[in-house]
């Protein structure tokens, strides 16, 4: 059996799903354990998805930069537990390197990674990047190890998902969510058999000229949802 921390900042639907997982009939029974959750908010939707499935409230905890370094919290809380893995699972902040010094990491993904690559800005840029190839390309979920730089990490198990050219950003990204969820899982119990073969993350951009599409891809997406949080946050 191999023990996790997880780490989740929102609604903590994939957190929720491997805490099912782990219960008998679940993929992940006897496998691996959920020792303990750490999120970046304590008003966070998944601290109370997580209880209702029977989750020790004292078994949670909340971090944030307001409290302090956010390292030392963190490992503070992991030296509690001493788990084999943390599991970044929608988790917000960056991990700071002198928890992935002390501990291994894993993480969940879709698309294309980097700087202020999460949420929806991983669908819209990896959409922008098909269209300025000219070409539909599957579009990565996968698990992989954490790294001290954004989204570098060895990918442990991935899945390549087609998409219609018809769906809008938001439609994929709910489709998407299930498998994402199906990704993680996969990965625990590869990891937990002795079966996981690490390979480097998947890039669906295939020359440098491509990788510079993908770079504006990428900007492209990170300005146009700060511009919609701007006129969100304006009324």
Known sequence: MITTVNLISGGGS????????QKPGGKLHGLVKTLAIICNSSKAAGILRAVEVGFLQENIHPVSRAMGDLGKQL????????????????????????VVEHYKGLNQHLGPGGDHMYGERRTYAHLRFCNLVGEY????????????DYDQGDVIYVRFEEFS????VQKIAERLLP?????????????????????????VYQTPEEKLLMDQARLEAHEFYNLKEKIKRAG
């Not at 994939?14 to 997982?21: E, H, R």
């Not at 390309?137 to 001290?148: A, D, K, N």
């Not at 969820?181 to 890039?203: D, F, K, N, S, Y």
């Open 179 to 203: 498998v994402e969820h199906e990704v993680q899982i996969e990965a625990l119990r590869l990891l937990a058999t002795g079966q996981a073969h690490p390979i480097p993350v998947p890039r």
């Open 14 to 21: 994939t957190n929720l799903a491997i805490l099912q997982a």
């Open 165 to 168: 050219h018809s769906e809008s």
């Open 75 to 98: 490992l503070k809380i992991l030296d509690i537990y001493k788990p084999d893995f943390f599991h970044q699972l929608g988790w917000m902040p960056l991990t700071p390197k002198v």
């Open 137 to 148: 390309r599957p579009i990565p979920v996968f698990c992989q190890y954490v790294h001290p």
